[in-house]
C-alpha cells in the first residue's frame, strides 16, 4: 500500500534554478494538496485541487506553480527558486474536500 | 481568520506519567477539529476528527475531546513510541474550505 509518493525526498537548488516537485497517489482520492512546513510555523497550504481539471491558490501561492496532471497526480513547480522557499513539501489527498488527509513523507528542499 | 494556538509548544514525559495537551481555536463555525501525529522525517498521520461539543474520541492510550473554544489529547500512561509531535487543525463550513493548523506539540516520553 504505497498511499501517497513523492518525489524527490532530498533537494539542493541554487537561488534562481527551477524545479518540479511530484505528487502520486493510489487511493482513486478526488483531491489534492501541496502544503508546506518551516520551523516555527504550522503547516501552510499553498496550492490544492479539489478535483480532477481543477487547482486553487492557497494560503501562501506566491512563487509556485501546479498541475493536476490526472486523477493520480499533482505537481508542484518553482520556476524561479528563491531562499525563502527553503522549507519541507509535503503532498496530501483525500477522498472528498473535508475529509482527513493522507500524507506523503515529504521533500525537504534547500535554496541557497 | 481562523487560528489555531497549541501549548505546551513541547512536553517531556516520564513513561506512565498522564497529561494533556491543549488546542485552543477561532474559527467561523467549527465543520471539524483533527488531530494528528508527526514522527520525525514523516508526514502527519491521522489520529481522530471531532464535529461537535462534547464529543470524546480514543485510541489506544489517547483520548480527544472537544468544547466550543478547545480540545484536548490525553495521553494516559504514555509510552516512548508515543514521542512524536502532535498538530491540531481546524476546518470551517463550506464545500472546499481547507484546514488551518496549529504549530504542534513535540511530545517526549522518557522511559
Known amino acids: 500500500n504505497a498511499g501517497v509518493t513523492q518525489t524527490p525526498k532530498f533537494q539542493v537548488l541554487k537561488t534562481g534554478q527551477s524545479m518540479t516537485l511530484q505528487c502520486a497517489q493510489d487511493?482513486?482520492?478526488?483531491?489534492m494538496y501541496w502544503y508546506r512546513q518551516d520551523p516555527g510555523m504550522g503547516l501552510r497550504l499553498i496550492y490544492y485541487s479539489a478535483s480532477e481539471g481543477t487547482t486553487d491558490k492557497g494560503e501562501v501561492p506566491n512563487g509556485y506553480n501546479v498541475s493536476r496532471l490526472n486523477k493520480r497526480e499533482f505537481s508542484l513547480r518553482l520556476e524561479s527558486a528563491a531562499p525563502s522557499q527553503t522549507s519541507v513539501y509535503f503532498c496530501?489527498?483525500?477522498?472528498?474536500?473535508?475529509?482527513?488527509?493522507?500524507f506523503g513523507s515529504g521533500t525537504q528542499l534547500s535554496v541557497l | 481568520e481562523d487560528q489555531v494556538t497549541q501549548s505546551p509548544e513541547a512536553l517531556r514525559l516520564q513513561e506512565g506519567e498522564s497529561s494533556s495537551l491543549n488546542c485552543s481555536y477561532t474559527?467561523?463555525?467549527?465543520?471539524?477539529l483533527f488531530w494528528y501525529r508527526q514522527d520525525p522525517g514523516k508526514g502527519p498521520e491521522f489520529l481522530f476528527t471531532?464535529?461537535?461539543a462534547g464529543e470524546e474520541k480514543e485510541k489506544e492510550r489517547l483520548k480527544a475531546t472537544l468544547t466550543k473554544k478547545e480540545s484536548f489529547l490525553h495521553i494516559t500512561a504514555p509510552k516512548p513510541e508515543d514521542s512524536a509531535t502532535y498538530l491540531c487543525?481546524?476546518?470551517?463550513?463550506?464545500?472546499?474550505?481547507?484546514?488551518?493548523f496549529g504549530k504542534g506539540i513535540t511530545l517526549s516520553v522518557r522511559p
Open positions: 487543525a481546524v476546518q470551517a463550513p463550506g464545500a472546499n474550505s481547507k484546514l488551518t
Open positions: 487511493m482513486n482520492h478526488n483531491s
Open positions: 496530501a489527498s483525500t477522498l472528498y474536500a473535508n475529509e482527513k488527509l493522507f
Open positions: 471531532l464535529y461537535s
Open positions: 474559527v467561523s463555525g467549527l465543520r471539524g
